[in-house]
């Protein structure tokens, strides 16, 4: 094990190839697709999206190009799309202005939200979306925003798939994301010192992720972002003591290195999932540890800021039909079905959450 208790997993995040619901005419190919994707958010939920048939490999490098000509820009230049001068969240924040857990993140950031009808700057997420004036940055990156949408529902659908829904319960799961309160980061890294303790993005129960899905391109830093894994589910010679674990209050685990991999991107589930399985899926703590320099996007694809959040009828039958042979089983089953979670508006949720996320205490979303 490496110091801190960071391990590379003995088996990596699955691979799993969107090309079939892309395509419409393999229905083989989409229940297979939807079987892994149900099969990784089980065990770990997080896993790689092969997305070569949706986004030319040149797409996200440009836009890495764009990113970095922003950030390179003189402080004075940055500011002046700065998200004070909106709703505390639609904009760019500078160094160490985003907050985790009370201690300032590594990285500055441009955040961007669904427009709204009608905006009102001083109301928090209400505002107007704030663009670099460098040439093609808009353009190139609202086809991005639209490419991801598309590619959000298309997940949807197979992980509603590989739940068992029903026809009739995939519309009613369609119907709250159909007009998805979408969240786009552009987050610009600089490298850490060496012997900086801290995180670039930290490691804490409210960093996981709030809402649906999360689909990251990433960088080519490798070593950079980490996800922590139950220890039942990481094969290690010798466990030792966890970086996490019981000095933070969490079950037995270990961080284990999420590498970029060509033509993909990196599908994480939120706190939504969670609630809409009834803990079958659990969203996972991850943190940015970055000593390179470089940026990466996640694109945040969100349930309709007025959905209604609830347990699915289809997870509850998995729940209640899972087999009860070994003793852990049960135990798991004896917890998750017992338990059902409350429901919720996600716009409510949200608001929740980003009241205390900035050192300015503005709104932001992680």
Not at 126 to 139: A, Y
Not at 181 to 193: D, E, Q, S
């Amino acid at each position: 094990m490496s110091p801190g208790g960071v391990v590379k997993a003995a088996s990596t995040l699955p691979i799993i190839n969107i090309a079939p619901w892309i395509e419409g005419h393999d229905h083989k190919g989409r229940l297979s697709t939807a079987a892994a994707i149900h099969a990784a958010c089980l065990e770990f939920c997080f896993f790689y999206l092969d997305v070569t048939s949706f986004i030319p490999p040149g797409e996200p490098e440009e836009l890495s190009r764009l990113a970095r000509e922003f950030f390179n820009l003189p402080q004075e230049e940055k500011d002046k799309i700065s998200m004070n001068n909106q709703d505390h969240a639609r904009g760019y924040q500078r160094l160490k202005e985003n907050v985790t857990m009370g201690m300032a993140d590594n990285h500055e950031a441009i955040d961007f939200y669904r427009p709204v009808e009608v905006p009102e700057r001083g109301k928090v997420l209400w505002g107007e979306n704030q663009w670099p004036s460098i040439p093609g940055f808009r353009e190139k990156y609202e086809a991005w925003t639209n490419k991801m949408k598309e590619l959000g529902c298309l997940v949807m659908h197979a992980m509603a798939t590989g739940l068992g829904m029903t026809d009739t319960e995939w519309e009613d799961l369609k119907a709250k994301v159909d007009d998805s309160f979408w969240v786009m980061r552009i987050i610009g890294y600089p490298p850490l010192p060496n012997d900086d303790d801290g995180f670039s993005c930290g490691a804490h129960n409210i960093s996981r992720d709030y809402g649906c899905l999360t689909l990251l391109w990433a960088d080519p830093t490798h070593g950079a972002l980490q996800v922590f894994v139950p220890q039942q589910f990481v094969a290690i010679e010798s466990p030792g003591p966890s970086a996490l674990g019981r000095e933070e209050g969490l079950e037995e685990g270990i961080w284990t290195t999420v590498d970029p991999v060509p033509g993909c991107l990196v599908c994480n589930i939120g706190e939504m999932w969670e609630i809409w399985t009834n803990g079958l899926y659990k969203s996972t703590l991850h943190r940015v540890i970055h000593r390179g320099s470089n940026y990466r996007i996640p694109f945040f694809f969100e349930p309709n800021f007025d959905a209604r959040v609830a347990p699915l009828a289809a997870a509850r039958r998995i729940q209640e039909d899972l087999n009860l042979t070994s003793e852990k089983k049960r135990h798991t089953v004896e917890q998750t079905s017992k338990k059902i979670y409350e429901p919720t508006i996600y716009g409510d949720f949200l608001l929740k959450k980003v009241g205390s996320n900035f050192a300015t205490g503005g709104g932001k979303y992680d």
